[in-house]
């Protein structure tokens, strides 16, 4: 059996994956269904902790669940929705150790690869304050940390100053 058909057998999904977009990390495919959906095989060359990037997924994605139904939004459009396996987990993961995740697609929508102009830079930046006020009150300690010291600011800001003092590309 096809490795992507076995994989979406197992989130119940009976249809054809083709690739989509242009990922930097994640394998991703829109998978042709009703709803149609994201099928993505997770970097764990990059995420070496797949389970725990799904867990901070889904904490998140549940609190932002609520947040925007308490405001009057449409969870399924504003926030990802992910689909579980037969064994109610929210990936899959093969027999030879790749881990997969499916949400539904959002119908409608865009994805900025490369901001166009000075209003696409003010539409992510207002979206992305949308997003961090909604997890104000998001009790980070529930979160694994997945990339060390990825979020770490002083810790990037240190490698930026490093970076642009050894300005390796001249």
């Not at 998978?31 to 997770?42: A, F, G, K, N, Y």
């Not at 690869?113 to 992510?124: G, I, L, N, Q, T």
């Amino acid at each position: 059996m096809n490795p992507i058909v076995n994989v979406l057998h197992q989130f119940g999904i009976d249809a054809a994956a083709l690739p989509h977009g242009n990922g930097h990390i994640n394998n991703t495919f829109l998978v042709d269904s009703e709803p149609r959906i994201i099928l993505q095989r997770i970097n764990t060359s990059i995420f070496k902790k797949p389970q725990e990037v799904m867990a901070n997924i889904m904490a998140v994605t549940a609190y932002l669940r609520e947040k925007i139904a308490e405001n009057g939004g449409d969870p399924a459009r504003e926030t990802m929705t992910f689909l579980t396996t037969k064994e109610g987990l929210p990936y899959y993961q093969t027999e030879d150790g790749d881990f997969w995740r499916a949400c539904y697609f959002v119908e409608d929508t865009i994805c900025l690869e490369v901001a166009k102009s000075p209003e696409d830079f003010a539409e992510v930046a207002h979206t992305f304050g949308c997003f961090q006020r909604m997890l104000a009150d998001f009790h980070a300690d529930q979160l694994h940390e997945t990339i060390e010291r990825f979020h770490d600011t002083p810790n990037r800001f240190a490698q930026l100053e490093e970076a642009i003092a050894a300005d390796r590309v001249g």
